[in-house]
């Protein structure tokens, strides 16, 4: 029963160094979304996919890239790291076109760029 | 494109009081209102949703939300809440035909001993 699992839980960074973070979602999802988490703004959309092939920004790409070549899996690329990406980053998935599907998310990964 | 505002940043209150957060909304289209719990070191989880018909809607742990249409609103509340309660909480909305979520800022809710 695993859901949504992101990998790694917890990452240390150079600036200017480059990590990808994997999320992995074993519920047959067609949506998936990579957000960042900072007090006092709540989550913001970076990317998000909606399907297999698929991929689109949200309110803060910058910096940031995405790949999902297979249904169950969405990359976040981070190229060349910066202390402004220092955050927390949670993966989400949801079923179907209705707008009432909720999202389901994993852990979190906290990243800190030095 | 809709937008959410969490009136309170913290709340802080006794075990066993009631406790209300509060919620606005606004949207050019009509939209499903949710509200998610993050506990500490987790990810956040559905606590409830308003999808359509009654407007008083029931989630998990005892929790339950009110839509007001006209005050685009939609605020949490719980009769008596415990230490366990201790979270922080994010409302979220999002468009009938579309399917990005946009939360709110987050309210945290502290319950005492």
């Known amino acids: 029963n695993a859901g949504v699992t992101q990998t790694p839980k917890f990452r240390v960074l150079k600036t200017g160094q480059s990590m990808t973070l994997l999320c992995a979602q074993d519920m047959n999802h067609e949506y998936m979304y990579w957000y960042r988490q900072d007090p006092g703004m709540g989550l913001r959309l970076i990317h998000y996919s909606v399907g297999e092939g698929t991929t689109a920004k949200g309110e ?24 402004s990406q220092t955050s927390v980053y949670f993966c989400a998935s949801s079923y179907g076109t209705s707008g009432n599907t909720e999202a389901f998310f994993g852990q979190g990964t906290r990243l800190t760029v030095v | 494109a809709q937008s959410v505002t969490q009136l309170d940043s913290q709340v802080p209150v006794f075990e ?34 308003y999808l359509s018909g009654s407007t008083l809607v029931k989630g998990i742990n005892g929790f339950e939300a009110e839509f007001n249409k006209s005050q685009t609103s939609f605020h949490l509340r719980k009769p008596s809440v415990h230490i366990s309660d201790t979270a922080e909480y994010f409302c979220a909305v999002k468009g009938t035909g579309g399917f990005k979520t946009i939360f709110g800022a987050g309210t945290r809710l502290f319950v005492k001993a």
């Open chain 2, 16 to 49: 066993e009081a009631p406790v209300e957060l509060r919620c606005n909304y606004s949207s050019s289209v009509s939209v499903y209102l949710f509200w998610y719990v993050q506990y500490p070191n987790q990810g956040l989880q559905l606590l409830l949703k």
């Open chain 1, 60 to 83: 803060v790409p910058d910096g940031y890239n995405v790949s999902r070549l297979k249904k169950q899996n969405f990359l976040l690329g981070l190229e060349s790291a910066a202390p």
